[in-house]
Every structure is written in C-alpha cells, then in structure tokens.
C-alpha cells in the first residue's frame, strides 16, 4: 500500500515518545511530539495492514509523573499494549484522555490482562463463591455444570472489564501453577470468552452481536468495530493448541531469547522477551527475535517485551528512550524509502 512507503520512516521519529522504570531517574525525558492528521491516517493504516507485530506489557501508569509512564508516551508504532498496570478507575480521567488518544487516533489496541487463577481470586466475588459451592459438591454431573457454569462467570468478570471500558480485547495469562482453571477447564473458560471476542470458528458475528446486546445492551453493541475484540493467549511455551482457532495470538514469555512456534502457526506468535529484568544489558534477546524468520517463509507474529517501559532508561546500551525497541521495529519491518 502507498502509506508502507513512508509510515515506518515516520514512525521511527514518532516512536521517540516513551515510557519508563519510575525505580531509576532517567537522564533524559524527552517531551511528546505532535503530528498532523495525515500522519494519524499512516499511523492507524498501518498498523491494520497484515504485518509483525510490536507488543509490550505496561505497567507503572498510575504514577503520571513523567513521559516514562504516560500512555502518551509508548512508541507511536506500538501495535498492542497489555494494560499490566489494571484497569486505571474512571475518575482518573487525565489517564483515560490518554488511553482514548493512544487507542483512537493513534491505533493502538489496548487490551486487559489478568493472571487466570481462580483459586487465587478472593472470595468476595460471585464467581468465586459459585466455584467454592461447586467443589463441596460430589462428583457427578451437577458438579461438572456447577463449575462450568462458575468458568463461564469468571470469563464474564473479565469480558465485562474490556466491554465496559471499551478496551480492544482481553490477554489471558495462563500460568496455572497448580490451580484448578487448567488444561480442559482453562479450555472451556477461555472458550466461553470466544463467544464475544477472538476469532472464533464456532459461532458467526449475527451470533455474536446477538450475545453482546443481550450482556451489555443496543448502545454498547452498536459501537464500531463490537464484533471484533481480540482474545489472546500468553503463556511459557507453546501448548494449549487446542486454542490456536480462538486465538489471535499466542505472546509467548520465551524470556530466553528463543524462537519457534510449536503447534501454533508463526503468525499466531509473537516472541517476547524480558525487558523488565534485563533492561540494563544489551537486550540481544529483543533484537533476535525481531530479526527471526520462520524458516518456511511465513511471517511470524512479531515481536515484544515485558515491562516495555524500561526501554525508556537512557545508559550505555540505550542512548534514548525507546531507542532499542524502535531499532527491533525497523529490524522486523524496515521503513520503504
């Protein structure tokens, strides 16, 4: 597409905008910079152009006190930004201001992210009693429909929180460690979600749009674009193939700079790494899988990083905010000229 041509050139400046580590002072904080409509219209037409992916978990905004932690200052080219921070409380309205721009006009999908335990969720809520309820209960098939039926409510929890604050979708970090919500179970919550968001083969949009104004009423379901929330996976491997058709990806932690998708298409599968713990180094990991190519010529899904925000630290192997992660977005979709 013409846009291609000149976008990522554009976005290199843009993507100077930045987040931060609030631990460490940074030396340099740099203030945003303003474009023109015209370069919001490449922005947004890029970033819904097939492409890799640029990915970040962020965390920290609820501090406000400097670029390091304000929406308005993540890389302009930053596709998708897992809201690790929570949901911020609607009278913080300086940050949603933010949020709405950063998601609006700049394109960025926003998505909420939860850690899917349900052991670990507190007993005040609905959900939980429910599921509480239904393991006192002995085994048979009342059992079996009393926790489904407490999966779907925890799944519900979490769908209320992207559709009430209209977010673009929902990242479900499956780290069961132990809890109840795993292998099938975790399946049939996450799949319960499928029914109003991802790329579900099981039920056609007439469907879902049905759905949504019957949970959230005719004005939420006739905002543009209702049908089509991402559902995402993260997890430490590849497993849970089972999901690849509900999925719009998989954000793999593969912390240790590795590569290769499993059972999951490379499409589905964006690489990230730690920039949380390892921000201080060279951040090689990052910069590997920027660069991989699926060996069968596909393109992989992209690239990310946890704690996105420490890339905002300036020292001796980032000697601007965001440097490195603008570097692994041009290694992964160089600029036309």
């Known amino acids: 597409m013409k846009t291609m041509k000149y976008i990522l050139a554009a976005l290199t400046v843009g993507g100077m905008m930045a987040s931060c580590n609030t631990d460490i002072e940074s030396l340099t904080i740099q203030r945003p910079l303003t474009y023109d409509d015209q370069y919001y219209q490449n922005l947004r037409d890029y970033k819904a152009s097939e492409h890799e992916i640029a990915f970040g978990w962020f965390a920290q905004y609820g501090a406000q006190n400097s670029a390091a932690v304000r929406f308005m200052g993540l ?3 930053l596709d998708i930004c897992s809201m690790w921070g929570g949901i911020p409380a609607t009278e913080n309205t300086e940050i949603w201001e933010e949020i709405r721009f950063v998601q609006k006009v700049k394109g960025t999908k926003m998505l909420c992210v939860a850690i899917t335990r349900i052991d670990a969720e507190t007993d005040d809520h609905a959900f939980k009693q429910a ?5 006192a209960m002995p085994n048979g098939e ?12 925890y799944a519900e929890y979490f769908l209320d929180q992207v559709f009430l604050n209209d977010l673009d979708g929902f990242d479900a970090d499956y780290e069961p460690e132990g809890d109840f919500l795993s292998g099938s179970n975790f399946e049939y919550f996450y799949k319960h ?3 109003y968001m991802g790329p579900n083969p099981d039920i056609t949009r007439e469907e879902r749009l049905q759905l949504i104004e019957e949970r959230y009423g005719k004005e939420i379901a006739s905002q543009e674009g209702i049908c ?4 995402n996976i993260d997890q430490t491997s590849t497993s849970m193939t089972s999901l690849v058709p509900y999925s719009n990806y998989c954000f793999l932690q593969a912390y240790g700079g590795g590569t290769g998708a499993g059972g999951w298409p490379d499409e589905k599968v964006v690489y990230c790494c730690n920039m949380g713990d390892n921000w201080q180094g060279d951040m090689q990991s990052m910069y590997n899988q920027a660069r991989y190519k699926p060996a069968n010529g596909k393109r992989k899904g992209g690239f990310g990083a946890f704690f996105i925000h420490r890339d905002y630290n300036v020292h001796e192997y980032n000697p601007e905010p965001y440097y490195r992660f603008r570097q692994c977005i041009q290694i992964q979709n160089p600029a036309i000229h």
């Open 75 to 77: 890389p302009d080219s």
């Open 131 to 135: 599921y509480n309820e239904a393991k």
């Open 142 to 153: 009342e059992r079996t429909a009393a926790l489904n039926r407490s999966f779907e409510m």
């Open 193 to 195: 979600m499928a029914k």
């Open 228 to 231: 089509d929330k991402m559902l």
